[in-house]
């Protein structure tokens, strides 16, 4: 059974910094993609940061030049580091990861996700 279990969020002024980290844990063969997305009250899902096995990194506008993606293969660890953090931030954030898995003798490959962290900025 895959899972992922994120940590890192809490409550920072604005202006501040945190770090997200999201390690996944089973029978896993290869981890793809790796995602941080967020959600904040009333709003739709937004995508944050996205970091492929091959590398690249993509992030949204709003948070560009203040957040940076990055994974730990060895660890089957990714990390959001956070900084110069607005109020316009908060949002509960959540890791995904499309993941190559072992079960019943196949390897199967789907979307994964973590039960999310809130982040609060206060102003």
């Known amino acids: 059974q895959v899972q992922l279990v994120e940590s890192g969020g809490g409550l920072v002024q604005a202006g501040g910094s945190l770090r997200l980290s999201c390690a996944a844990s089973?029978?896993?063969?290869?981890?793809?993609?790796w995602d941080w997305y967020r959600q904040a009250p009333g709003q739709q899902r937004e995508l944050v940061a996205t970091a492929t096995s091959g590398g690249s990194t993509n992030y949204a506008d709003s948070v560009k030049g203040r957040f940076t993606i990055s994974r730990d293969n060895a660890k089957r660890t990714v990390y959001l580091q956070m900084n110069s953090l607005k109020p316009d931030d908060t949002a509960v954030y959540y890791c995904s990861a499309r993941i190559a898995s072992y079960g019943g003798g196949v390897v199967t490959t789907r979307d994964y996700w973590g039960q999310g962290t809130q982040v609060t900025v206060s102003s």
């Open positions: 089973g029978i896993i063969f290869s981890i793809n993609t």
